[in-house]
């Protein structure tokens, strides 16, 4: 709870302690900040007979002005909406509660497992089973199978496809395998990589094995480094394959960055060298660094976070996200078709021998074979001269702590999905010119840290875990937006199709896009309806106060009495409040509360208030105290 929150708690115990009239909603502390709100706004309601009570209202209306504002972004950075309800998720519990560290489809059906140390799990037909105990590997493999690893004993694993038609399928890894690092099964070849600093007790880098005898390691290092993905995009041997990792800067000058990012190439062929030259370590790896930033003002985001890769138009996208010194949080999007073109230059930081007739790292049929010099000059970790740059500006993250992505393409539409580090999940649309979060999920029931997020895009589709749960999240589902056309549309969500008065229908793209092409023509205001409804009696010279749901975060909300103009709400995390001081006959009327976004108006809700001259019921606090344990022993 925070100092300002603790602050109206205190004065809660204060006043109430000495009001002379009471008010059944405000008997009870609140246990939480949610209920302190509501319960709070209901104590300024109240009718009070004590000579400050105006003087106390309004300071407990200031505190709580900077309570829930504390909490708010303004519009370009907050989510637009935030969705809780529960038919949008469907959470399965974990028997054994532990890290779920890989999430991965069966590409031969639409199950999916969830693998951690404590356990393998297949979610299948709404129900997550355990298939095995433990499990210290999980990886999907380019020719449509899964593939696991299963601790034997101490740096030696047991590794199998995950459904064997017998044990010639399988091979032991005389190596520490981690289910956080990055995997991959390139036919029958297992890649894995080793993160760590330099105490680690293995080389850290990337592995290669088929079987118990056949491997290639990395050289040793001098270096801390943290391996995030490797990709290919070939189903056979004699392709590439391009890890993405961070790594300790070595230039000792305190003005460079503390880690830089690096993709490295490698050759799925590569045998390793000859006996005395890099035997069995790679002879193919090459480096580039990895640029994400604005050269112009000098803003670098050096340390990788995440990778998700996307198929657009014959081309791979590569998404990176990364974070900075001063932990803002940045995406950079690359081609690969410039990435390759890069290793493929033979351009290196450092010139080459003049004796070598070949161009380093690149593939040959039998690397066993290479001439000394080759293997010399590979010896030395080459790097290459250009660094690979973002097609475009990245996109940056100022008030959000992202730490996992994924990607999807929606109608033409980059559609970014992110973790937050409080278990949180934004839908987030990449713009030309910068980005829209649109919708933030809270798919789990209280803070915590998510371990891994898969996406299936075929069925539209996000999946998630944490130590306890795994939470499917249905990303088409477009009802929590609401019912009209334009509030479909203003949601900008490609994945939802918005009908609009006509029966047209359109994708969700903004204003600007031509959304509304039937319904445009300026602002418009939906009007109120002139159904009838049942008036408010409000007691004479009590406080009152009206809510409005602030579904839209993006909007702004007025109150209208009359048709004149209130106020600006008081905002809470879901309401907009308007607190009547003093029942009197000029209080009297409609009152609408009225949203206005992207040049759009309507109607929220609307309320009829009529003055009673009733007055209060004033009950003594030792004889409402009596009737409060009366009614407690009668319902308890």
Known sequence: MGSGLRAVENLWYGFTGSLSTYHPHVATPPSNNRELQTALSRFLCLECSMPYTALSTALLALIWTQVVHSNLDNHKNAARIQIKAEDVFKRYDIRQPGEMWKLVKDPLSSDIYAGGPNGLYNLHQNELKMV???????????????????????????????????????????????????????????????????????????????????????????????????????????????????????????????????????????????????????????????????????????????????????????????????????????????????????????????????????????????????????????????????????????????????????????????????????????????????????????????????????????????????????????????????????ANDPYCSCKNSSGASAEGVRREDHFFSADAGGPSIQRLSSSPRSPDLIPRHSKYYLTCPTLSKHASYTWIHDNKTVSECVSTEEQCLLLIESMSKKDEGWYVCQATEQEQSWTVTSNLLVENGASHLRVAPAVMTCLLLLISMIVF
């Open 132 to 490: 095995k105990p433990s499990i210290s590997l999980l990886t999907e493999g380019t020719n449509r199978t899964l593939f696991i690893c299963e601790k034997i004993k101490e740096k030696d694993h047991k590794c199998c496809f995950l459904k064997p038609e017998s044990d010639q399928n399988c091979f032991n890894v005389a190596q520490e395998v981690q289910i956080n690092e990055a995997s991959l099964l390139v036919d029958r070849t297992l890649f894995f990589t080793m993160s760590g600093d330099l105490n680690a007790q293995a080389n850290l880098g990337l592995y290669k094995q088929s079987s118990k005898t056949s491997y290639t390691w990395p050289q040793g290092t001098t270096v801390a480094q943290k391996y995030v993905k490797i990709i290919t995009k070939s189903t056979t041997l004699d392709g590439k394959l391009y890890s993405f990792q961070t790594v300790k800067n070595s230039n000792p000058d305190p003005e460079t960055p503390l880690w830089i990012s690096q993709v490295s190439h490698y050759c799925m062929g590569d045998k390793g060298g000859s006996k005395s030259l890099l035997q069995f370590r790679w002879t193919s790896m090459l480096s580039a660094r990895l640029f994400c930033g604005k050269k112009e003002n000098r803003t670098t985001f050096t340390e990788l976070l995440d990778v998700a890769e996307l198929e657009i138009s014959g081309d791979t996208k590569i998404f990176a996200l990364f974070k900075n010194v001063y932990n803002i949080r940045a995406v950079c999007v690359y081609k690969m078709s410039e990435i390759e073109r890069i290793f493929k230059s033979a351009k290196f930081s450092y010139p080459k021998d003049s004796h070598i007739s070949q161009n380093p790292g690149e593939c040959v049929s039998n690397s066993q074979s290479l001439h000394a010099t080759v293997l010399k000059f590979m010896e030395q970790r080459p790097e290459m001269e250009e660094w690979i740059l973002p097609e475009s500006d990245p996109l940056v993250f100022r008030h959000h702590l992202y730490s996992h992505l994924q990607v999807d393409n929606v109608n033409n539409k980059d559609v970014l999905l992110m973790t937050l580090e409080n278990g949180r999940i934004h839908k987030v649309l990449k713009e030309e010119n910068g980005h829209f979060i649109i919708a933030e999920y809270l798919p789990f029931d209280k803070k915590t840290h998510i371990h891994s997020m898969l996406l299936d895009r075929s069925e539209k589709t996000l999946y998630v875990s944490n130590s306890s749960q795994v939470v499917t999240i249905n990303l088409r589902d477009c009802n929590h937006y609401g019912d009209a056309f334009n509030a479909c549309g203003m």
